[in-house]
């Protein structure tokens, strides 16, 4: 009896009777691959529907026009008309809608970003009275659409003598009460015991700003460039209302040269959009990891 328990208490240690929980553990992998694989699936089902109007887009910018709206969708021209991306440099002053929105857009964000961060700093570690109250007072103006107010601004600009002018466009856009509020919830997350440390080494507010939160902020700071400039780049009612000179126009007004009276150029219009969307593509293929840090990292503490 002694050598028979033996026996089964070795091939218990020997690992040849399996343990209850094999089966349980092996159905909960076999679940969780099925979960990931779903998963999977359904960001690729997903992804395909976002791309879809690009690839359409990007199609249509080696068609005639004649090609582009044709039904069903013929998603591959027939012939490549490579000659669309040389002819519309000489159609329109390509290169000076670029450069005007390029203009626009870095001053712009240049300028949110400083004043967004600063006043952030100024409702996230700068105790004052109602300094809770004037926050959620400011942060209220994102639900005010902008047609509310469009036209007491233009009237305002109109007044000033500003009209037709980039100087309009950078004084309206320079603030924004969303790049406030995305960097205050950054900012949350940043220990004040570094701001006690810095006042008494002698700094500043100015100076704990400048030399301690936004070396620390780069995330949220590349978050905000990044949202900026996309905004303002794809901006195109501000431009239309305020720039009526063609010398002043940006990529999107400038586009609206091929529609006509009777008829469109759509295979122009669909190159200049792919070329207009090229910088905003660079820049968030270089900044995204910063982006996608920021964002996740802005909502942590309220």
Known sequence: ??????????????????????????????????????????????????????????????????????????????????????????????????????????????LQVLTGSFAAYGFSKVRFPGRDALFLAYIATIAVPWQAYMIPQYVMMQKAGLTNTFTALILLQAFGAFGVFLMRQYYMTIPDELNEAARIDGLSDYGIWARIILPLSKPALASLALLTFVNTWNDYMGPFIYLSSNELWTVQIGLKSFIGQYSAQYALIMTGSVISIIPILVIFLAGQRYFISGIATSGMKG
């Open 1 to 110: 009896m002694s050598a028979l328990t033996s026996d089964l208490a070795q091939e218990l240690d020997g690992g040849r009777v399996p343990s209850p929980s094999v089966p349980r553990r092996r159905t909960r992998r076999g679940r969780e691959r099925i979960g990931r694989i779903g998963m999977y699936a359904l960001l690729v089902v997903l992804l395909t529907v976002v791309l879809l109007p690009f690839l359409w887009m990007l199609s249509s910018s080696f068609k005639h026009d004649d090609q582009v709206l044709t039904v069903p969708v013929q998603w591959l021209p027939t012939t490549w008309v490579w000659s669309n991306y040389a002819e519309i440099w000489t159609q329109i002053p390509m290169a000076g809608y670029l450069a005007n929105s390029a203009f626009l857009a870095i001053v712009i964000t240049i």
